[in-house]
């Protein structure tokens, strides 16, 4: 009998032994559970990484940091360093709170987007005076026809941040302030100022969707004037053919170069009777009815009411 009871014992304590180690292993096992760190504000998850410090001492300069930190949900399209470099921005200290504060307003929006939920067309940004134009095609989603998005949906607390390649600049010009600050463009000032004055109406005050202005250059007008000359477009007598000519050049809402790979058929022009084009089989090039295809030189030069883009070649309707 005594046998059997100090077996009983040694029995309870090897049992008690193996719970306690139990208990200990599972304690312990759970102290080495990884946790996942909580995600931060905006603000926060920028300032840990090293690729936005540019971004980060601009946003203190302008004093943002707070609105940042708050509620949201923002969407951000941050640049980077780098990006900023691209920008010719390589020292902020000639920017002042007021200069940058328009810039940087311009890349935030109110809302959470995601890169699945990305759309082509104008977005409100929290500038109340600027929008941004996205367009969406095989190649990733671009801003203002030449800002790419180069990394997506990397979560913050109140919201997304979406890397760019490039600064968002608000324009300052309209189209014809555009067309009269470049000297290449001269001829095409001029015939604008002897056309109907509903050309350069037109031009100055675009409606909220903007225009689009196909802009020949100087040299593009020369061709055309050892068929046409200036002094047949110039004479009253051929006003409206100058005006249809001028108008044939413009096309209603923004149209950037990254919204062409989505452009299938004939696109309206201010023209009414006439129709553009477009092929990007070895470049970018607009083709009209009768004149052929322009080569697309330079690309969305953006306005405040519009986009222009440079070609070489005048398009006749």
Not at 62 to 89: D, M, S
Not at 96 to 105: E, Q, R, S, V, Y
């Amino acid at each position: 009998m005594k046998s059997i009871s100090r077996l009983n014992r040694l029995s309870m304590y090897f049992l008690t032994a193996a719970l306690a180690t139990t208990i200990i292993s599972c304690s312990d096992d759970d102290d080495d559970t990884p946790q996942t760190p909580a995600v931060g504000n905006i603000v926060a998850v920028a300032s840990g990484d090293a690729q936005f410090s540019t971004l980060v001492a601009a946003v203190t300069k302008a004093e943002l940091v707070t609105t940042l930190q708050g509620t949201g949900p923002f969407t951000v399209f941050a640049p980077n360093n780098a990006a900023f470099t691209k920008a010719g921005i390589t020292s902020l200290d000639g920017l002042t709170k007021d200069a940058l504060t328009p810039i940087l307003t311009s890349h935030v929006v109110s809302g959470e987007v995601k890169a699945a939920d990305v759309k082509s067309g104008a977005v409100k940004t929290v500038n109340a005076n600027n929008d941004i134009y996205l367009s969406k095609n095989a190649d990733g989603v671009f801003i203002n026809g030449n800002i790419k998005v180069i990394a997506t949906d990397v979560d913050a607390s109140n919201g997304v941040i979406h890397v760019i390649d490039n600064v968002i600049v608000p324009p300052t010009q309209s189209l014809v302030q555009v067309a009269q600050a470049n000297t290449d463009f001269s001829e095409l000032v001029s015939l604008v100022l002897a056309a109907d004055p509903a050309v350069a109406t037109a031009l100055s005050t675009a409606s909220a969707n903007g225009l689009t202005v196909f802009a020949p250059t100087n040299a593009a007008f020369t061709e055309l004037y050892k068929t046409t000359p200036k002094a047949t477009l110039l004479d009253p007598a051929n006003r409206t053919l100058l005006t249809n000519v001028l108008l044939y050049h413009v096309v209603p809402g923004r149209v950037f170069s990254t919204d062409l790979p989505n452009v299938s058929g004939e696109v309206a022009t201010a023209n009414t009777a006439g129709k553009l084009t477009f092929n990007l089989t070895g470049g970018a090039k607009v083709v009209g009815t009768t004149s052929g295809a322009s080569n697309i030189t330079a690309a969305n030069i953006l306005a405040t009411n519009g986009v222009v883009h440079v070609i070489d070649k005048v398009l006749m309707p």
